[in-house]
């Protein structure tokens, strides 16, 4: 499977591109998004191949982030997807700080949000994102989601907590925009 944007595709993750990513990530003390991790390792890379491989097509539907030369950037997901309520959520990680903040991330949800409305027959994803995390905000508000609301004070990161703010968007307004 492929789906291709203008800048970036989406495709399936191989054991070598989750080994890049974790190998590649990049933490970004300026602007945190989650716990800062150490000890990455292949045995730790290969693990997470494993959990998308059996998670693939029945929870999740998890794909990579590639520049069209090739270059395996992040991974993006349709993730706790639910056939019975038609509803899933999307995630998204740029392992490198120098590819973030370029539209890549934008790109590679908006393709993912097509495909889970069209092919999955999704009525309703979901995302989440904390108080901090401007530029994911931006991301989201971008690609026709709304703030539905706050879990206030709900994340507890680096020493502070945080409010999760709760996005999401309909079929209806997904194709009322095309």
Wanted: glycine share 10%; aromatic share 12%.
């Amino acid at each position: 499977m492929k789906l291709q944007g203008k800048n970036v595709y989406l495709a399936m993750l191989e054991r070598k591109d989750c080994k890049t990513l974790w190998n590649d990530f990049e933490y970004d003390f300026a602007h945190p998004t989650e716990e800062f991790n150490i000890g990455h390792s292949d045995e730790k890379a290969d693990g997470w191949f494993d959990e998308i491989q059996r998670l693939q097509g029945n929870q999740n539907v998890r794909l990579g982030i590639f520049l069209n030369d090739g270059t395996v950037i992040g991974d993006v997901a349709l993730q706790d997807i639910d056939r019975v309520n038609r509803k899933c959520s999307v995630g998204i990680g740029i392992a490198k700080i120098e590819y973030r903040a370029k539209g890549y991330g934008r790109e590679a949800v908006g393709l993912m949000v097509d495909y889970g409305f069209r092919y999955l027959g999704m009525e309703r994803i979901t995302a989440n994102t904390l108080e901090i995390n401007a530029g994911a905000q931006k991301m989201l508000a971008r690609c026709g989601f709304l703030l539905e609301g706050r879990e206030r004070k709900a994340v507890y990161l680096n020493g502070n907590k945080y409010d999760r703010l709760c996005y999401g968007i309909l079929k209806e307004e997904y194709f009322s925009d095309k």
